[in-house]
């Protein structure tokens, strides 16, 4: 059983909705991440939460809006996707010790997100 | 950034033949791990191995950091291996909070 939780499983939206992809670890990590995933393709990095801050960004589009509540969760907030948006988002989580996370990361099942 | 080369891209194999998996990387690392995504598309942890041998079972991971390179050997292979194969590293050198990956390896196994 995965040790990080993601939720939904899969998601259908309109562009014109808003929605929140939610992810959870009880592991006492302090780094977690967010990535995409298209199909055939090897996952790519969003986002990077270190100690509930925003550490990295890799120049993601404002219509994706992560938020991390506290040391457990983390949210990933959408707004006004467009259909190439659709893919697989994958959550995942690690320890953070010191300047580097070069701590192994733990990935969460992904929500499989289709924009209509 | 870091490259990360694996090979072969596809690999078809008969229930109960032995392969080997390959990972070649442009730069030092401090983090490489293994993942095996399954056709449903969980990505499961396999190794993380960054130096050093390491066995689970029927899989184990070889990664010799000086050269640059990491195997992955999977024996006596079932259906349920079926699935790509990643391999991902962190730059030690660079963006050390990033897990490049490769393009993995599509593994097929036939019953």
């Known amino acids: 059983d995965t040790e990080v939780t993601q939720t939904p499983k899969h998601l259908v939206m309109g562009m014109t909705n808003k929605k929140s992809l939610k992810c959870e670890q009880h592991m006492g990590h302090r780094a977690m991440y967010w990535y995409k995933q298209k199909a055939k393709k090897p996952p790519e990095l969003m986002f990077v939460y270190s100690y509930e801050k925003l550490s990295i960004n890799e120049s993601v589009p404002s219509r994706f809006s992560p938020e991390c509540p506290n040391s457990s969760l983390l949210n990933l907030h959408l707004h006004a996707l467009q259909p190439e948006d659709s893919a697989l988002y994958l959550c995942?989580?690690?320890?953070?010790?010191?300047?580097?996370?070069?701590?192994?990361?733990?990935f969460g099942d992904g929500t499989r997100l289709s924009i209509l | 950034g870091i490259q990360v080369e694996q090979s072969p891209p596809d690999l078809i194999l008969q229930e109960g033949a032995n392969s080997t998996l390959r990972c070649n990387f442009s730069d030092s690392v401090n983090n490489l791990q293994w993942f095996h995504q399954n056709p449903w598309g969980q990505l499961i942890n396999l190794f993380y191995?960054?130096?050093g041998t390491k066995q689970n079972g029927r899989l184990s991971a070889t990664t010799v950091a000086t050269e640059r390179y990491s195997l992955l050997y999977i024996s006596s292979s079932q259906t349920t291996d079926s699935g790509v194969y990643f391999c991902?590293?962190?730059?030690?050198?660079?963006?050390?909070?990033?897990?490049?990956f490769g393009k993995g390896t599509l593994l097929t196994v036939n019953p």
């Open positions: 995942a989580s690690s320890h953070s010790r010191g300047q580097g996370f070069d701590e192994p990361q733990h």
């Open positions: 191995i960054p130096s």
């Open positions: 991902a590293v962190t730059n030690s050198g660079g963006s050390n909070y990033k897990l490049t």
